[in-house]
């Protein structure tokens, strides 16, 4: 995301804080916060440096609970959103949705199939609103198969060995 130099009467204002409950996804649910109330200047120049620790998030071994949250960041900012750039909504729950079916696709490709059944329950709304969309057929035809929770036809397609 790069480095970024926040105003403290914009955190203030609009109530944003670093939600330190969020496991992981935490910094993209602030940023999406602030660029809904304010606007954002860049600068072209390289003034920060990633340090990746050995036991960082992105490293470690899949664990769905963590990558859960990329999800539900989503559902914490949507009211900033919806308030401050009603403009945007409509792309912003498309995205939503594909991060849904990307988490979800992740957990049965992980071979957690009995989480990733609970998961398609959880976020039906999304991943059907996700096969309506423009994004790829394949990634549609995907999501469709999620959809059925036909064990079998998941695990194929999946593949993994029934």
């Known amino acids: 995301m790069g480095a970024y130099i926040i105003r403290r009467e914009i955190l203030e ?5 670093f939600d330190e409950n969020i496991r992981m996804g935490e910094d993209l649910c602030l940023y999406i916060k602030l660029f809904t109330v304010t606007d954002v200047k860049s600068v072209p120049l ?3 440096h990633y340090c990746q620790r050995s036991n960082s ?3 470690s071994k899949f664990d769905a609970s963590k990558w859960q949250n990329m999800v539900e960041i989503f559902s914490l900012a ?10 945007w909504i409509d792309k912003y729950q498309q995205t939503r949705d594909y991060y849904a079916y990307r988490f979800v696709w992740s957990v049965i490709k992980h071979g957690m199939y009995h989480q990733g059944l609970s998961y398609i329950e959880t976020y039906e709304g999304y991943l ?3 096969c309506n969309t ?3 057929i394949n990634d549609r035809f995907k999501c469709r198969c999620l959809l059925t929770k036909n064990k079998l036809l998941i695990k194929m397609l999946s593949g993994f060995q029934i």
């Open 134 to 136: 423009g994004h790829k």
């Open 128 to 130: 059907k609103r996700f």
């Open 46 to 48: 390289v003034v920060a």
């Open 13 to 17: 204002k609009y109530h944003i804080r």
């Open 57 to 59: 998030a992105t490293l």
């Open 78 to 87: 949507e009211p900033y959103v919806a308030k401050y750039r009603p403009e």
